[in-house]
């Protein structure tokens, strides 16, 4: 092997492990600044929470929390789309006997936001997505609910609504 094969090698392998180096230092860094990231979200969607709680003028009663999300219930979903003068108005897409299928396109000044609603009555309640035969209404709040959340980028930040879904209770 010649004196510049042999230097050249050696270069390579001083240069893997400078990299690998580099490589195993910069990962435990990369994981905080995406931990810092992830606090610094938490923290943002914490103040932007306070702030709907308090523009809102919600009460104990308007919120809870659930495992992963913070659920309106339909009386704060009011209080908000009063607040923020958002007019909603609905077209039937569907209406069956266990199904049904709602368009709401909701209003805010010049903002627009369409967006659906369904209800499924099943065989068995683990067949559907509702406990209710009122499938048309239940369909209709969901989407009433949704185009609220949806035009204020309430989903942004964790909110959802109680009328989502029947494993959304208090």
Known sequence: MSIENNFTE????????RRQHEYENAQPQTNQKKEKKIMEQKNNNREQLKKMYFEYELTPEDVFKHQHYVILTRSGIEKIMAKSNIDVKFEVIKCESNFAAVKAISKKGDETMETFGSAIKG????????NSWYVLEMAEK?????????????????????????????
């Open 10 to 17: 050696e270069m390579l392998d001083v240069d893997l492990q």
């Open 123 to 130: 065989a068995s309640y683990k067949d559907g997505n509702t």
């Open 142 to 170: 969901r989407a009433l609910a949704r185009a609220v959340l949806k035009l204020l980028n309430l989903y942004e930040i964790g909110v959802k609504s109680e009328d989502e879904s029947d494993s959304y209770v208090k």
